[in-house]
């Protein structure tokens, strides 16, 4: 059977206390069961916000999306994660994965390395973290028995460690693009391949991960086109290529509900988080699809 859904929201911009708060009640109120933040410079500090978050809520889980694996030394990340968690009555789900913006590893004066050195010490990092946050693992302890592991994941490397390691495995729907720190959308079929191998490589698994899809663009609307049109511009894609890319939910509602749900059935994609620009426009398709589930 299908897993139920659950969806989170990404949320990308430093706000003084109050608004922060406020910003999290509305994600709240609007039914997400995810409060997510990134790891970027020029944005807020991960693990206080998520405190704060989980401060000025009650129902949400809070979580990183995601790490970038080479800002951290494992030991003192697993410090947060276990005092994060801690702080937040066990809500945290940790997501984490190699990252992607050379030019933030050179503003913190932090090796980027390859891309193979940079699966390397993700894979590093998530070894430590499993021995430093398990039974035997020293102080602070977390309050889960187990934090759920969430990586970020679209290359070989990466799939064989999300599938050895990781509670959620999540799939950005693109790939680097020829510019530095920028993003090529996967079309269905080259994502169907992903997660076909993901799948491949989970085979022998106890438990099946949950899978995750980060959703770049959302409206709903009766007139799609000048919605999609930056976007097509910048890729060269038709109308109709823009509309079935797996990233884009974009057009009327009952038409956006349906392609979730498709979604869903084709990759098994249960778990969908979108950006904060993206929180109010997403709210009536999550209502809508609840309301089909009750």
């Known amino acids: 059977m299908s897993r139920p859904f659950r969806f989170g929201v990404n949320l990308l911009t430093p706000a003084p206390a109050d608004e922060w708060r406020a910003k999290c009640r509305r994600a709240e109120e609007l039914g997400y069961d995810v409060i997510l ?5 020029g944005m807020v500090a991960p693990f206080p916000a998520l405190v704060a978050a989980a401060g000025a809520t009650r129902r949400p889980r809070v979580g990183t999306f995601v790490l970038n694996a080479g800002f951290w030394n494992p030991a003192l990340l697993a410090r947060e994660v276990a005092t994060t968690d801690a702080l937040t009555g066990g809500r945290l789900e940790l997501g984490i994965g190699t990252g992607y913006v050379q030019a933030e590893h050179e503003a913190a004066g932090l090796p980027y390395g390859s891309p193979g050195e940079r699966v390397d010490w993700l894979r590093r990092t998530v070894g430590e973290l499993d021995r430093l946050l398990g039974p035997a693992g020293p102080e602070p302890r977390p309050a889960q ?12 490397r990466m ?17 680097p693009g020829s510019a530095p720190g920028s993003l090529e959308p996967l079309t269905a079929g080259e994502l169907d391949e992903r997660v076909a191998r993901y799948r491949r490589l989970a085979a022998d698994r106890a438990a099946v991960a949950e899978l995750n899809v980060l959703i770049q663009l959302v409206a709903v609307t009766d007139d799609p086109e000048p919605v999609l049109a930056p976007l097509l511009e910048r890729h060269s894609l038709t109308l109709e290529q823009g509309l079935a890319l797996p990233i884009v939910l974009v057009g009327p509602l009952e038409d956006v509900v349906a392609k979730v749900r498709a979604q869903r059935e084709r990759f098994g994609f249960s778990y969908l988080t979108v950006l904060e620009p993206a929180m109010e426009a997403f709210a009536p398709v999550m209502e809508r699809l609840r309301e089909e589930s009750a």
């Open 159 to 175: 799939l064989r460690l999300t599938a050895e390691h990781a509670d959620i495995a999540a799939f950005t729907g693109a790939r």
């Open 145 to 156: 028995a187990r934090v759920p592991l969430l990586i970020g994941a679209n290359g070989d």
């Open 37 to 41: 933040v990134p790891d970027h410079l």
